[in-house]
């Protein structure tokens, strides 16, 4: 095949939009790689209409991948709307690998009833610097082999159902980075890859079929990003990982403000990368035909003058192929009930497992803090700007504590409840100002301790999940 021909083949975009556009069914047409779903894409009104979208897209290219970031807690597409009602990676570091392994069985079987064959996640980061301003909450916590333990389960519960592949991130770790490569480019230094590196070996032990790189500096292993650096590729293959390598969205500033989207695409398929995800068009408002068309036509002036080989290519589009093909036959075994997914209720996670979470955040929190969610009669969301919930842009916690205001006790409260995900020079400001003021309570959203040093209510993440165990603990039925 004509190495032009396979340039569709390697791609991952995204587009605006509830209904297939006529651009990204041309490029289905020609062999795109696959579709990468957001929030945007999902009418929250119309529970079938995602899995809908995902047969509008199969119809033209049975082989297409249909992707989602969904991990629970605060990253969430088919949820975004409202929040997440499954756990998050820091809620699920509290309780044993197991849970973690029944929640990621529940989250598969949900994307595959939605038509999800690319399931981007779990996140294998170790959060060990609190102030992490992009991973927080999305990591199972701060220790390298309790967050190796619950990888390792998740990918087992996202392989129990058939048609549905992991792809673990973001390798080797964004997990103790100050700055998010969403809107600049961290470094981090080869000693903490090494520290970070076991909860991505187990993933590859468990056969993980898919892994997506982080748009970070290793200085020991060269000047450029990961995603585009050919000897930290050759290293993660050297780890014996012969799966789909995948990018972090490419028109994250981390890597568009110094490539651009089409350079960066190029500089990624060379450096050994296999599936280029372009990202969320509507985050920026970006027009998503444009952005393909960029690219596309960056990998193939790159092709015709040398800078990407056509062996490169082909081995790129050899691995994804590979996996769509695996994909496409383990889902339609599924569906025909010849080796169907296990008996779940795709609805939530059991109330045992549930009940032993709240537990857990109760165990983790302070005494005084959990009591006095019951006389609070004033909330400050401290997250002003940038958050870790900016992925859902639901606040559901923020939104339940203010219904509590309401709460007989309240009244002879006076608790102040301040919400906050990270202990930012900012989020520390307004916690301060708020104690000085009178008795007040922080409600941590984000990564389990969270650092900081106030009576503290921990929840590991604003979902609704979350908000339905305030609830609990308040007597709260609504």
Known sequence: MDPHELVPGVLLPGFAGRELPDWLRAELERG?????????????????????????????????LVAADEEGGVVTRLEGRDGSTLPSPAQLGLVAPAVAERASAVLSERVRRAGIDLLLAPSADVNDNPANPVIGARSFGGDPHDVAARVAATVRGIRSRRGVAACVKHW????????DSHRGLPTVPAATVARHAEPFAAAIREGVPAIMTAHIVVPEWGAEPVTVNPDAIARLRAEGFDGVVITDAVDM??????????????RALAAGIDLV?????????ADAAAQYAEVTSAVIAALDEGILAPERLREAHARVARLAAELTA????????????????????????????????????DPSAVSALARIDRVVDARAGATQAAATRAVPVDRTLRELTGHPAA???GVTAVVADRPSDAQ?????????????????????????DAAVVQLGADSRFSAAIVRSWTGESR
């Open 32 to 64: 795109l790689g696959g579709v990468c779903l957001f929030a945007g894409n999902v009418d929250a009104a119309d529970p079938r209409g995602t899995a809908r979208l995902a047969a509008a897209i199969r119809a033209v290219r049975p082989e297409a």
């Open 172 to 179: 080797p770790g964004h997990g103790d980075t100050d700055v």
């Open 253 to 266: 500033a981390a890597i568009a403000d110094t490539y651009g989207l089409g350079g960066g695409a190029v």
């Open 277 to 285: 995800c372009l990202g969320n068009p509507e985050l920026k408002g």
């Open 330 to 365: 383990a889902r339609a075994a599924a569906d025909a009930g010849t080796a169907g997914p296990l008996p779940v209720e795709p609805a939530l996670l059991g109330t045992d497992d549930t009940a032993a979470i709240a537990a857990a955040l109760v165990a983790a929190s």
């Open 411 to 413: 009244h002879s409260g």
């Open 428 to 452: 520390l400001a307004v916690i301060e100002r708020e104690r000085a003021a009178g008795q007040s309570i922080v409600v941590n959203v984000g990564a389990i301790p969270g650092g900081f």
